[in-house]
């Protein structure tokens, strides 16, 4: 890696740990927000839900950012974004505002993300280069969700909760001054399209992924979920229609046409969907009886090992057979960490659940990082913030049908609004019974999707050799 690709990936690694201030450090905060201005649980729920839904909205308009401005300034711009969304949050006087500013900061998050990935591979393109950025990247996410939520909860131990989103918009300002300081010009494509389309294809995808976590929640009208699903289909429909009658429509699918290209988003949508860390962590607090602090702290060996699995695991899966066939092994090995999920009981001491959940972040994380990487490497020459913005999407829906699926199975049996200290000894036993139906249904999944790949790479050879060390 030369020091100008080295210097660029060191700084789309920090402007991407700067992004996450919010998403990492929300749950701490909004119990205390939400006792100072008095909101009621739905409106909590909603505040929780409200960054997920607004990083789908702006997923596909994210990439047209990157493609209009050029990295350097699209990145700037999200900077900017974060900080108005934080001084929002700062002077919020009711759910309103808290939603608006939540909003406006994922957006932007998501944005970052999705520039900052594109800005990887244009700049590394393939090779040793190539790997080392986006196993790099891998990491940062993991370290992130360790550093940011035990801060905020040391933070809010001993300040204002207006304090937390303060950092957040420090968290902007120093997210424009890296990029316009670290970050090579960019002359960006101004006569790139519209912004309809693209938008209507993210609130498509955003009251979809919606519908499908919210299948679990017995508490919710199940009349939302239907107008979710209505809303997703009348907003596809509309970018269909749009997308045929725009003679420059700024939505197209032309980046993910490309050899396996489908292939791999479903993968990645796989893992994504298989990633048990946060259900396991709300099912360890329930068991167990533990605070959110010792739940936090108990997911920090998880973290780090996914940390791990992203730097080392994907680096020698892809050195040694290649970005596709890596993804696949490393199904398999998912597979194979998620089956000690199956050995738990209701005696099983929290220590044993740690160490798994340590197995399968260390597998999951590596895999999801080499399908990362071989999505990007296999994106066509112009299209990288498009194949970026897909790739997202995929993530976020595979997350969503994760929620959704296993948690319903996990917690289908327990209110997860009524404190451990309610849970009965029989929602307790569901809920083992739960985690081991989950980790087979995990282990299935994951050997399935090594299957499907094995299939395509027979019909269509994969071009993903061993990539040979630098010098």
Same mark, same amino acid.
């Given at each position: 890696m030369t020091a100008d690709q080295r210097r660029i990936v060191v700084a789309v690694c920090l402007i991407y740990f700067l992004s996450l201030m919010m998403i990492g450090g929300l749950t701490f905060l909004v119990p205390p927000m939400a006792e100072n201005l008095k909101l009621a649980d739905d409106t909590v729920e909603n505040l929780l839900a409200v960054?997920?839904?607004?990083?789908?909205?702006?997923?596909?308009?994210?990439?047209?950012?990157?493609?209009?401005?050029?990295?350097?300034?699209?990145?700037?711009?999200?900077?900017?974004?974060?900080?108005?969304?934080?001084?929002?949050?700062?002077?919020?006087?009711?759910?309103?505002?808290?939603?608006?500013?939540?909003?406006?900061?994922?957006?932007?998050?998501?944005?970052?993300?999705?520039?900052?990935?594109?800005?990887?591979?244009?700049?590394?393109?393939?090779?040793?280069?190539?790997?080392?950025?986006?196993?790099?990247?891998?990491?940062?996410?993991?370290?992130?969700?360790?550093?940011?939520?035990?801060a905020t909860a040391g933070l809010l131990d001993v300040a204002d909760w207006r304090l937390v989103p303060l950092f957040w918009a420090i968290a902007g300002i120093l997210i424009i001054v890296v990029a316009l300081r670290w970050l090579?010009?960019?002359?960006?494509?101004?006569?790139?399209?519209?912004?309809?389309?693209? *938008?209507? &294809?993210? =609130?498509?995808? @955003?009251? #979809? $992924?919606? !519908?499908? %976590?919210?299948?679990?929640?017995?508490?919710?009208?199940?009349?939302?979920? *239907?107008? &979710?699903? =209505?809303?997703? @289909?009348? #907003? $596809?429909? !509309?970018? %269909?229609?749009?997308?045929?009658?725009?003679?420059?429509?700024?939505?197209?699918?032309? &980046?993910?046409?490309?050899?396996?290209?489908?292939?791999?988003?479903?993968c990645v949508a796989l893992v994504s969907c298989v990633q048990l860390l946060n259900l396991v962590c709300i099912v360890m607090e329930f068991l167990y009886g533990l605070s959110a602090e010792e739940v936090a702290l108990a997911t920090v060996p998880a973290q780090l090992a996914a940390a791990v699995g992203a730097k080392v695991l994907a680096t020698k899966a892809i050195n040694r057979w290649g970005g596709f066939r890596a993804g696949r092994n490393l199904l398999l090995a998912i597979a194979v960490t998620m089956l000690p999920l199956l050995a738990l009981t209701q005696n099983s001491p929290a220590w044993i659940l740690?160490?798994?959940?340590?197995?399968?972040?260390?597998?999951?994380?590596?895999?999801?990082?080499?399908?990362?990487?071989?999505?990007?490497?296999?994106?066509?020459?112009?299209?990288?913030?498009?194949?970026?913005?897909?790739?997202?999407?995929?993530?976020?829906?595979?997350g969503a049908l994760g929620v959704g699926i296993f948690g319903a199975i996990m917690l289908s049996g327990t209110r997860v609004d009524v404190g451990s200290a309610a849970v009965t000894a029989g929602a307790r036993a569901e809920m083992v019974a739960g985690l081991r139906l989950a980790g087979l249904i995990a282990c299935s999944v994951a050997i399935a999707g090594s299957i499907m790949l094995t299939l395509v790479e027979r019909r269509s050879p994969a071009d993903g050799q061993p990539i040979a060390p630098a010098a």
């Open positions: 960054p997920s839904v607004a990083a789908l909205v702006a997923v596909f308009s994210a990439g047209q950012l990157g493609e209009r401005f050029g990295p350097r300034r699209a990145i700037a711009i999200a900077g900017l974004c974060c900080t108005i969304g934080a001084s929002v949050m700062i002077f919020a006087t009711g759910s309103v505002a808290a939603q608006l500013g939540l909003s406006i900061y994922a957006a932007a998050g998501i944005t970052i993300q999705i520039v900052g990935i594109s800005l990887l591979q244009t700049t590394t393109v393939t090779g040793p280069a190539q790997v080392s950025a986006f196993t790099t990247f891998g990491t940062v996410a993991p370290l992130a969700f360790v550093i940011i939520p035990v090579d010009r960019g002359s960006g494509s101004p006569s790139t399209g519209e912004w309809v389309t693209p *938008l209507l &294809a993210g =609130l498509s995808l @955003a009251a #979809a $992924a919606r !519908a499908i %976590a919210e299948v679990d929640n017995l508490s919710l009208d199940r009349n939302w979920v *239907l107008i &979710a699903c =209505l809303v997703s @289909a009348l #907003a $596809a429909t !509309a970018c %269909a229609v749009a997308t045929r009658r725009v003679r420059r429509a700024s939505f197209s699918t032309s &980046a993910i046409r490309g050899r396996m290209m489908q292939s791999m988003l479903l740690v160490v798994v959940t340590m197995l399968f972040s260390f597998t999951t994380m590596g895999a999801l990082t080499a399908f990362n990487a071989e999505v990007m490497r296999r994106s066509p020459s112009g299209g990288t913030e498009a194949a970026s913005s897909f790739r997202s999407a995929a993530s976020s829906i595979g």
